[in-house]
């Protein structure tokens, strides 16, 4: 049993009171008593041999009120919610309002709820088509990339003065009025001109210089930069120039062609084979493009009441992205604990980078959840079983292991929201 009321001058946020019946207690009293009577010592009785009547004698049933809660609450809430047909969002509040020893328990759960959604044309939309065309001179920049990529430094002598894109081994020491700063000074540091790699000016003023020169060059620090202590100060760097490097970049010849790709005999076939790859990147980015323009147009179609997100689903879905982030550096060996060491960012540093766009994505969730509602989808137990195999053969883990840590409501979630996506898209047209 349970009843819902929102808050005064309150859309979206209430209280759900609702009641666990005193056979629920029970059973969850009972499997609390299983799980701690190996831990209780009672004189007279072996260890784990106590029984539950003497336990309750000595302790009384409400040692194990906790623990019980802890089972049996996750299906009453869950229960409550069904039963008052809402939708909460976020992490509710729940306090108890009766625990009497013999009787039903009754609680309550301050909850936020989703906005209601109105749509708005979502099939049959029309959609700018993204431009799939690729022209001789894409195929000319990719073999190009690919040239630089196959290009040698090559030692140049004294008299050859330095351009951009040369790579220059130098000396460096930095000072600001005089005085030497930390992390101003290296040796044989290898840098090439034009990369950006140092503050503005600094490669600038090393072009036209030969190796072996002294050259004083002057500079001001950016008024962002991130150490406080130079942000904006002139500064004076004496840099010695020991080598300069240019890049000598192979014939595109039909040699060129069978280095950069074994499968190829000539330039031409080569120019053949990457202008079929820029042709799939460029149809693949085009259907990504065009899903998203169909989304968003349906979104920007439809009202969420009140015409703001509530701040519980900003958080939760900026917490939920940030959890997917480390969970996919912890598949590739990365641990939180290394990542925020490594990157020098902290939890909340994450989250900040997490909450823009936190909006969009809530309200898109929104819309095609209306819209599951709306087109009746209703995944099937088959599909289910279908979507855990496919988990289970993509993770390689045991289907079992699977089904054991995703809920059905979640697999079912995810494959509506498949269906729908595909319902939008497969109905939209190209201007």
């Not at 969420?304 to 996919?328: C, F, K, N, W």
């Amino acid at each position: 049993m349970s009843n819902w009321t929102l808050a005064a001058d309150q859309k979206n946020q209430g209280t759900l009171e609702f009641e666990i019946s005193r056979e629920k207690v029970e059973e969850g009293l009972e499997k609390a008593f299983q799980r701690n009577k190996n831990q209780v010592s009672v004189p007279g009785f072996r260890k784990g041999k106590v029984t539950k009547a003497m336990f309750m004698s000595k302790f009384g049933e409400e040692a194990l009120y906790q623990e019980t809660m802890d089972i049996i609450l996750p299906e009453a809430y869950e229960t409550a919610v069904d039963e008052a047909g809402i939708s909460p969002v976020g992490r509710p509040n729940i306090q108890p309002i009766s625990m009497k020893k013999g009787e039903p328990w009754t609680l309550k759960a301050e909850i936020t709820i989703a906005p209601a959604v109105q749509l708005g044309e979502y099939l049959n939309l029309e959609v700018e088509a993204a431009d799939t065309e690729v022209t001789d001179a894409d195929v000319d920049a990719e073999i190009k990339r690919l040239q630089d990529g196959q290009a040698e430094l090559v030692l140049q002598e004294a008299s050859v003065k330095a351009e951009k894109g040369d790579t220059v081994i130098i000396d460096f020491d930095g000072s600001v009025d005089g005085e030497h700063f930390e992390g101003g000074q290296s040796k044989d540091f290898s840098l090439e001109l034009g990369s950006g790699q140092f503050i503005p000016g600094f490669e600038d003023q090393l072009i036209g210089h030969s190796a072996g020169e002294d050259v004083n060059v002057n500079v001001t620090f950016p008024a962002e930069y991130q150490a406080a202590d130079l942000a904006g100060k002139d500064a004076l760097f004496e840099v010695k120039i020991h080598e300069l490097k240019r890049k000598e970049l192979p014939e595109l010849d039909d040699e060129f062609a069978k280095d950069v790709d074994e499968e190829v005999e000539t330039l031409a076939e080569l120019k053949e084979k990457t202008a079929k790859k820029l042709t799939d990147e460029k149809e693949s980015a085009a259907k990504s493009a065009f899903e998203d323009a169909v989304i968003t147009k349906a979104v920007d179609n439809a009202s969420v009441e009140g015409e703001t997100i509530p701040e519980a689903m900003i958080e939760e879905d900026v917490h939920r992205q940030s959890e997917q982030y480390l969970g996919q550096l912890q598949q590739q060996g990365i641990s939180r604990e290394m990542f925020f060491q490594i990157s020098g960012q902290t939890e909340e540093d994450l989250h900040k980078q997490f909450t823009e766009g936190a909006e969009t994505r809530v309200k898109t969730n929104l819309v095609l959840d209306a819209i599951v509602k709306a087109e009746g989808i209703e995944p099937t137990e088959e599909q289910v079983t279908e979507e855990i195999n496919n988990l289970a053969k993509q993770y390689n883990m045991d289907a079992t292991k699977v089904r054991e840590s995703l809920s059905d409501s979640l697999l079912k979630h995810d494959i509506a929201m498949r269906e729908v996506i595909a319902k939008i898209t497969e109905s939209a047209k190209t201007k």
